[in-house]
């Protein structure tokens, strides 16, 4: 009755992109910026303004070197954010496949621009950080 006694053989599935791999690839780039902003200006501010009067000099000494450090290190986060996007977006365009998955090449190509956009913003944090004195007066 049936001619093909494989059933898996005429029917072949694109391979699945794992949910954690995903959400990484959608969300991590975003997170490094929240987490270099939550981190890096409360750190700035108390540093430089404690009390009631702002200070010439950072508190800590090491202040500057803290903030590079939770710069770089959120950029890596978003760098590898954008990485995994990029493979996303690689792996599930699939144009010879019968079976795609339309939503998860979406959410591929929007984890990319997500990750494209606040990688670009934790760098221009980052500038920020390198070129402004955390105790810079502003007038």
Same mark, same amino acid.
């Given at each position: ?20 791999r995903l959400l990484v690839a959608?969300? %991590?780039?975003?997170?490094? $910026?929240?987490? !270099?902003?939550?981190?890096? #200006? ?14 010439p000099e950072p508190l800590w !000494? %090491? ?18 954010? %954008?990485?995994?996007? $990029? ?10 496949? #019968? #079976?795609?998955?339309?939503?998860? !090449?979406?959410?591929?190509?929007? @984890?990319?621009? @997500? @990750? ?16 402004? @004195?955390?105790?810079?007066? $502003?007038?």
């Open positions: 009755m049936f001619a093909d006694a494989n059933p898996s053989a005429s029917f072949k599935r694109p391979d699945r992109v794992s949910a954690p959608l969300f %991590g780039a975003p997170a490094a $910026w929240i987490a !270099q902003l939550s981190l890096s #200006e409360p750190l700035a501010a108390h540093a430089c303004f404690p009390q009631q009067a702002p200070l !000494q %090491g202040l500057p070197i803290m903030l590079v450090v939770i710069s770089g290190v959120c950029l890596a986060v978003a760098l590898l954010s %954008g990485f995994m996007a $990029w493979t996303l977006c690689r792996q599930t365009h699939a144009p010879l496949l #019968e #079976e795609r998955d339309d939503r998860t !090449q979406f959410l591929a190509k929007l @984890s990319a621009m @997500s @990750s494209f956009i606040f990688t670009m913003a934790v760098l221009f944090t980052a500038c920020a950080v390198l070129l402004v @004195s955390p105790c810079s007066p $502003w007038l």
